[in-house]
């Protein structure tokens, strides 16, 4: 099955920056074109974060994170990125990357799922 890991995670200040990256191990290489970075934060529902169409390039963001996250590929590393500046409090919670058919939306269809990683910022 679809091994996707996620690395980055941690403890940040509030105003600081955290990159988070999604590496894609079973297969090797993306066949997904819809990737995207969703959080849950203790006693919430899962939302999502930012989705990218990697053949299109296109990239959508959840209003909480605009202009302070940006989802990228790193087509050298082989993973899907994100992104975190300015973070604030409410940024907390487990980060998990996904994998999808398109259309690439935030409320998309995502049927691979990593493990997830942890944000805190305090």
């Known amino acids: 099955h679809v091994q996707l890991v996620e690395s980055g995670g941690g403890s940040v200040q509030v105003g600081g920056s955290l990159r988070l990256s999604c590496a894609t191990f079973?297969?090797?290489?993306?066949?997904?074109?819809?990737v995207g970075w969703f959080r849950q934060a203790p006693g919430k529902e899962r939302e999502a974060v930012a989705v990218i169409n990697r053949a299109l390039g296109r990239k959508l963001y959840d209003d909480s994170v605009k202009g302070r996250f940006s989802i990228s590929e790193d087509k050298e590393k082989n993973t899907v990125d994100l992104q975190m500046d300015s973070v604030n409090v409410e940024d907390t919670g487990t980060y998990s990357c996904?994998?999808?058919?398109?259309?690439?939306?935030?409320?998309?269809?995502?049927?691979?799922w990593g493990q997830g990683t942890q944000v805190t910022v305090s």
């Open positions: 996904a994998a999808g058919s398109p259309p690439c939306e935030l409320h998309g269809q995502f049927n691979q």
């Open positions: 079973r297969p090797p290489a993306w066949t997904s074109n819809c």
